[in-house]
T-cell receptor, first 110, second 115 residues
């Protein structure tokens, strides 16, 4: 079945760049997403990328997609303490549902 | 404001009881979803519905039931058959348009604890 994997933790210094990685198994994925979850809250959509693209940039966020390796990354430039949260990668191959990764907890320290 | 409202935010259930979590959306979305989140884990799909009066089981539907009598509402009942119900429950909704991806929007979640 489909599987989405992420590393569990990432710790960065304030002002540095953060790179959160994700791998997926379903080659027929059409859209891939990044969601942010702050403690005790729902998920907030950060950005998404269509599978025929290899890069998408939105202010401090850059998404890179390597479809051949089934690898997705989210780069956050100039990471701030407010970026501390859990980041979920998700994929969809039809309009029915998303498959989520386990989430990466990003901790930003001064 | 448009959005997804879940209630209650916190709920305590005694063993053997059924409880119902409410989810309402005013985004005019066709599809609605229920996910379960356990600490340190990703989201797992319980049930989803793409149209009124129709719904499908997700990956972990056992011990749960849903209804979709209105487009705006998708309540989730956690039955006594669910052996380990303590978790964070997230409701979501989306359009079925594929023009910009199946963007799913989430509510703020409900914490259910068995006591």
């Amino acid at each position: 079945g489909e599987d989405v994997e992420q590393s569990l933790f990432l710790s960065v210094r304030e002002g540095d760049s953060s790179v959160i990685n994700c791998t997926y198994t379903d080659s027929s994925s059409t859209y891939l997403y990044w969601y942010k979850q702050e403690p005790g809250a729902g998920l907030q959509l950060l950005t998404y990328i269509f599978s025929n693209m290899d890069m998408k940039q939105d202010q401090r966020l850059t998404v890179l997609l390597n479809k051949k390796d089934k690898h997705l990354s989210l780069r956050i430039a100039d990471t701030q303490t407010g970026d501390s949260a859990i980041y979920f990668c998700a994929e969809t191959y039809n309009t029915d549902k998303l498959i989520f990764g386990t989430g990466t907890r990003l901790q930003v320290f001064p | 404001d448009g959005g997804i409202t879940q209630s209650p935010k916190y709920l305590f259930r005694k063993e053997g009881q059924n409880v119902t979590l409410s989810c309402e959306q005013n985004l005019n979305h066709d599809a609605m979803y229920w996910y379960r989140q356990d600490p340190g884990q990703g989201l797992r799909l319980i049930y989803y519905s793409q149209i009124v009066n129709d719904f499908q089981k997700g990956d972990i539907a056992e011990g749960y039931s849903v209804s979709r009598e209105k487009k705006e509402s998708f309540p989730l009942t956690v039955t006594s058959a669910q052996k380990n119900p303590t978790a964070f429950y997230l409701c979501a909704s989306s359009t079925l348009s594929t023009g910009s991806g199946n963007t799913i929007y989430f509510g703020e979640g409900s914490w259910l604890t068995v006591v």
